[in-house]
């Protein structure tokens, strides 16, 4: 069974750091593109960022470019992110999703999310 | 403001059909397909539609999808309660080069 679990989130004061990990299992990691999705209190669901199976291209949404860098590491089946200079608008469920093939788009596989809090 | 237009809200008393709509532009829905989720608060989003009209393994039959355009719709024919919960779609923006969500339609089963 395809599984996804993040880990690394918590509480940070405004400006802080913080890096999210999601390990997956039961599929060949390296195949398939992987995105960071968030929901803030309150609001929708947000794409965040995006990496290729190879980790070659990168994608962000504009509120988070050049504050956040998604990365993986294929030989132990994990993703990240790393988010620095942290703002309270940040504070959401982060989840992580695998992207369809072809269509970079998130598709079936979702981890359960874990809640980053960035307070003032 | 999101990228994808939904309405907020939508409802419909049990054994009904609803719709939701969800409107994009050339370089989103009008170049990519587009994938629905329903969502309930502290729960992982559920993969209800892909490629436009594709249902994976275990969806109803009740629930559609369709893309005209720029356009898409959800359709979830004889209405349950437990169908109530949010509604995303969703799909890749090639000027943004990345993807985009709808604002969300909460479903309410009257």
């Known amino acids: 069974e395809v599984l996804l679990l993040e880990s690394g989130g918590g509480s940070v004061q405004a400006g802080g750091s913080l890096r999210l990990s999601c390990v997956a299992s039961?599929?060949?990691?390296?195949?398939?593109?992987l995105s960071w999705v968030r929901q803030a209190p309150g609001n929708g669901l947000q794409w965040v960022s995006y990496?290729?199976?190879?980790?070659?291209?990168?994608s962000y949404t504009n509120s988070v470019r050049g504050r956040f860098t998604i990365s993986r590491d294929n030989s132990k089946s994990t993703l990240y992110l790393q988010m620095n200079s942290l703002r309270v608008d940040d504070t959401a469920i982060y989840y992580c999703a695998r992207v369809d093939r072809l269509t970079s788009t998130t598709g079936l596989y979702w981890g359960q999310g874990i809640l980053v809090t960035v307070s003032s | 403001q999101s990228v994808l237009t939904q309405p907020p809200s939508a409802s419909g008393t049990p054994g009904q059909r609803v719709t939701i709509s969800c409107s994009g532009t050339?370089?989103?829905?009008?170049?990519?397909?587009i994938y629905w989720y329903q969502h309930l608060p502290g729960t992982a989003p559920k993969l209800l539609m892909y490629?436009?009209?594709q249902r994976p393994s275990g969806v109803p039959d009740r629930f559609s999808g369709s893309k005209s355009g720029t356009s898409a719709s959800l359709d979830i024919s004889g209405l349950r309660s437990e169908d109530e919960a949010d509604y995303y779609c969703?799909?890749?923006?090639?000027?943004?080069?990345?993807?985009?969500f709808g604002g969300g339609t909460k479903l309410t089963v009257l």
């Open positions: 039961d599929f060949t990691f390296s195949a398939f593109g």
């Open positions: 490629k436009n009209d």
């Open positions: 990496i290729s199976g190879s980790g070659a291209t990168t």
């Open positions: 050339s370089s989103n829905i009008g170049s990519n397909y």
């Open positions: 969703t799909t890749w923006d090639d000027s943004l080069s990345g993807q985009v």
